[in-house]
């Protein structure tokens, strides 16, 4: 569809009820049709809403809209029409409107659609969910121990989570993936698709997860990146997942500044410095401050992401010459501030059963030290305290973990990173695994890598070539395919 048409297009959104059959036909309505109206919204973008109802289980119980957004395809006669684009980092409208090089290379090709999901939106928009209480950061039951700051971070926690829910009202019914995945079939319809073709990024995998269940014939194209295992339905295994990944990753950190020229780590060796400076710790910082064990792996793991390798070398030299501010600071950006929105209610609906109790707790992070001793183990602590406190069974139908069914019957193709902390790569595989015909094409960067080496204007990079073979032409990587790291390799300390 052209970009002349996307201006005022027809919408009739289906209504499908909650037991509808994974890609049946949709029931329509008995509503009028709606039209997409499109307005210039500044930064290059045209942006739109998409009214759907609160909750698809009950249809013609209220509706509520969702936040737009097209980047028009540069050459309208060489458009192939729409791809639907959610980058998962928080609102993605708002991500794109900042660093449009994310994605603006696939307008070459498409018009690229910006979807927010519920609860999110542009700035300023009321359809972004805006609560009273700031979401309390992790990085405090990181820090600190015992059940007295255990039980007022779940208070806290929960006062957020209450706060959400009021702000949200109604609307808090539909804060899940299995509404967001027919909110994006609502989409297709109001472009005028016959099928969806899709880019999900991180969270947005988890909305391309649910579409592949619950609509699998209507999938032509999907490309999913630092993929969430919502296949998992053990809490214990998924901590242990993400406490090997971020313990590998420390020595991949290490790896990579024995390889370069002026790594000021004692030789390269990150892994011993940082034995040396735990048994030194508690380590002067600011005047009058110092930085404990736990605050120093707390500030290793925040550092662990591969873009941020070169700040990280910087703060734990300075730390072993006796400083260790640059490290205090680090730690502080473990979780940066965002707005307060229920974007962590929908992640507490998507995937947490009853977390435990604190003893419990304390059990399974004696194992988790023992899996991943030097800093992957207090990854559980920031596992646990997203949803620590939050009242389960307040939204809509969810869409709880269990094995990925799916009758899709076009290639999908996933994204892995060799470097993916957040979305660690066994997870990321068994998803994979459970999808007929996907395709997996690995990579050496890691979270977000295709946007990313957009960002950083690395175009022909092996990675993006093969997804762009893929959503253009449906060209597959040949099995086993795999792309190198073009993040880390111009990276200096």
Request: charged share 20%; glycine share 10%; proline share 8%.
């Amino acid at each position: 569809m052209t970009t002349a048409a996307l201006a005022a297009v027809v919408v009739t959104a289906p209504v499908v009820m909650a037991g509808e059959v994974a890609g049946a036909s949709a029931v329509p309505g008995d509503r009028p049709q709606r039209v997409l109206a499109w307005r210039d919204c500044g930064d290059g973008l045209r942006c739109a809403k998409l009214s759907v109802p609160v909750d698809w289980a009950r249809p013609r119980a209220g509706r509520t809209e969702i936040d737009l957004a097209l980047m028009p395809a540069q050459n309208p006669g060489q458009n192939l029409g729409p791809l639907v684009v959610n980058t998962g980092h928080g609102p993605t409208i708002q991500a794109v409107r900042a660093r449009p090089d994310t994605v603006s290379e696939l307008t070459r090709w498409f018009d690229v659609v910006l979807i927010e999901p519920r609860g999110l939106g542009d700035r300023g928009s009321e359809a972004a969910v805006r609560c009273s209480v700031p979401p309390p950061d992790a990085l405090r039951l990181q820090l600190t121990p015992g059940r007295d700051a255990w039980r007022a971070y779940a208070r806290d926690n929960a006062a957020y989570a209450r706060s959400c829910r009021i702000a949200a009202g109604p609307r808090h019914a539909g804060l899940t993936s299995w509404q967001v995945a027919h909110d994006l079939d609502a989409l297709r319809i109001a472009l005028g698709d016959k099928r969806l073709r899709y880019f999900g990024n991180a969270y947005g995998a988890v909305y391309g997860q649910a579409y592949l269940e619950l609509f699998p014939r209507r999938v032509e194209r999907m490309y999913l990146e630092g993929v969430p295992d919502h296949t998992q339905t053990s809490l214990g295994r998924r901590m242990i997942a993400q406490a090997r990944a971020v313990e590998r990753q420390l020595y991949a950190f290490r790896d990579w500044c024995r390889g370069l020229m002026g790594c000021a780590l004692d030789g390269g060796d990150a892994v011993s410095v940082l034995d040396d400076l735990l048994e030194r710790a508690p380590l002067p910082a600011a005047p009058g401050r110092t930085v404990d064990a736990r605050r120093l792996v707390a500030a290793v793991i925040a550092g662990l992401a591969p873009q941020r390798w070169p700040e990280l070398v910087r703060a734990m030299s300075a730390a072993w010459e006796g400083d260790a501010s640059a490290l205090a600071a680090l730690a502080a950006a473990a979780e940066p501030l965002a707005p307060a929105t229920a974007s962590r209610s929908m992640l507490c609906h998507d995937f947490m059963p009853e977390l435990p109790g604190y003893r419990r707790f304390l059990a399974m992070e004696a194992r988790l030290r023992a899996l991943a001793p030097r800093v992957g183990w207090l990854t559980g602590r920031y596992e646990i305290a997203r949803c620590l406190g939050v009242v389960r069974g307040q939204g809509g139908p969810s869409w709880p973990p269990g094995p990925l069914r799916t009758s899709v019957r076009r290639p999908v193709l996933i994204g892995i990173g060799r470097l993916d902390i957040q979305s660690p790569v066994s997870g990321a595989a068994k998803v994979a695994a459970l999808i007929p015909r996907a395709a997996v094409l690995r990579h050496g960067d890691g979270h977000g890598a295709y946007l990313l080496q957009g960002a950083k204007r690395l175009r022909a990079t092996c990675l993006r070539t093969r997804v762009h073979g893929y959503l253009v032409n449906g060209a597959l990587p040949e099995k086993g395919t795999s792309c190198p790291s073009e993040l880390t390799t111009d990276m200096a300390p």
